[in-house]
């Protein structure tokens, strides 16, 4: 069984011990009233099995072949189809090639196969008043504000909240800086607090998303969405079993946004008139003094009494989960590389499917390396690399002093050469042959 099946396990039983409404089971599933009330039957009857689906493990009995596919693929790469849609290919397919197929079925073929590029969908309606969410931890908004909160006395710190959005009960702490060690230190914070909430709602940031790649001379709207691979605290959220909703604009969490308008005025003066000049200090006045105000004065009752905070289980490793997560290769000689250190795999630890697969290397917020295959943590240690050795310097041949010129400054070492003997025509013929 999953995560999310328990999860859904979890809903159901609340609402067959009328802790929920059905239709309350309905939205926090996303399935009807009717579908509810099925599962129910079935958690009477089947027990807890009833959130598996009982076709799992069997291949479907619809699936379009393989073969059909690349077909229909093919037909609609004819120029004679250049420029059809989905929904108009689909009437072609099924008028005059017999080849039944649904537009939507169709719409993913022609994108796998570069025949169909996908509209970017527009925002009709923005800024809508949107009620509050009926029971406590179904949607916390979370955001970093960045303001002068010492007023000059110490270093430039920032506030990371998250509200509640059916009770605006918070939870804030105050950092060094807006990172994702900081972020997920105030994330492990709320999480020991209150447990998992259903979602959570952010802002665009590159901390919570990945940002599309393109170059500054390319429409984004010419271009498909891609499938980027999650940042690391979208990593830990999906392993969480926690849904991140992003938001649009600044007034769709608006909620925290009014927070950090009340906080730059209250908590302003409070952190002035405490005398607080430090991280700790200031820390301190927030948990002691003004969380306490805020959720007594501000927060209100939820329209349902039901928490939807999830609690943590034994496969809820925090300290795994929020970390810096990597993957490394296992080399021949069972060692991984990482950050420019080498590290060797105990000996006893080597196990089948090791050697060349890939290891979970998660940094962790304490400072350890952790380094898990599958569901197993590996011991390491670190290899110590030789210290390159510089070459020999290269000796150079010793230089001979000029000879100083005789006063005058004029060399006289042609003096007297003419004055020599030469040898005979015959003495040199004779020099000359025994030379070579």
Request: hydrophobic share 35%; glycine share 8%; charged share 25%.
């Amino acid at each position: 069984m999953t995560q999310a099946e328990r999860d859904r396990l979890v809903t159901l039983k609340k609402a067959k011990k009328r802790l929920i409404t059905q239709r309350e089971a309905a939205e926090e599933l996303g399935v009807t009233v009717r579908h509810v009330k099925r599962l129910l039957k079935e958690l009477k009857k089947r027990g807890d099995k009833a959130v598996i689906h009982g076709l799992r493990g069997k291949p479907s009995g619809r699936r379009i072949s393989e073969a059909s596919e690349q077909k229909a693929v093919r037909i609609l790469s004819d120029p004679i189809y250049q420029g059809f849609g989905p929904t108009l290919g689909c009437e072609y397919l099924r008028k005059k090639h017999g080849l039944a197929v649904s537009k939507e079925t169709l719409r993913k073929w022609m994108m796998q196969g570069g025949l169909w590029k996908a509209k970017q969908q527009k925002v009709e309606q923005v800024h809508q008043w949107r009620p509050r969410r009926s029971r406590c931890g179904e949607l916390v908004q979370w955001d970093t504000s960045e303001h002068d909160w010492l007023e000059g006395r110490g270093e430039r710190i920032y506030l990371i909240a998250m509200i509640d959005d059916a009770t605006s009960r918070l939870y804030a702490r105050l950092v060094g800086s807006d990172s994702t060690e900081e972020n997920m230190r105030v994330l492990w914070g709320y999480l020991g607090l209150y447990g998992r909430p259903v979602a959570f709602y952010t802002d665009q940031a590159s901390l919570f998303q990945t940002a599309d790649k393109r170059r500054r001379d390319q429409p984004a709207g010419d271009q498909d969405p891609v499938q980027m691979p999650p940042t690391q605290i979208g990593r830990a959220l999906q392993e969480l079993g926690v849904a991140w909703i992003a938001a649009h604009s600044p007034q769709a969490k608006g909620r925290v946004e009014r927070g950090f308008s009340t906080a730059q005025d209250r908590l302003v003066k409070g952190l002035r008139v405490a005398g607080a000049g430090t991280l700790e200090a200031a820390n301190a006045y927030l948990e002691s003094e003004f969380l306490p105000w805020w959720n007594q004065a501000l927060a209100v009752a939820p329209a349902h009494a039901c928490d939807a905070h999830r609690p943590l289980g034994q496969q809820h490793d925090l300290a795994a989960i929020l970390s810096h997560v990597e993957q490394r290769q296992v080399s021949n000689g069972y060692t991984v590389r990482y950050q420019g250190q080498q590290y060797q795999i105990a000996r006893n630890e080597v196990r089948v499917g090791l050697r060349g697969s890939n290891l979970r290397v998660e940094q962790r917020l304490d400072g350890s390396l952790a380094m898990r295959f599958g569901a197993h943590y590996l011991r390491v240690r670190v290899c110590e690399q030789p210290l390159p050795v510089s070459p020999a310097p290269k000796r150079s041949a010793p230089v001979k002093p000029r000879k100083r010129l005789q006063a005058g400054g004029k060399s006289r070492w042609m003096d007297g050469f003419w004055d020599r003997p030469s040898p005979t025509l015959k003495q040199a013929i004779a020099i000359a042959n025994a030379t070579s």
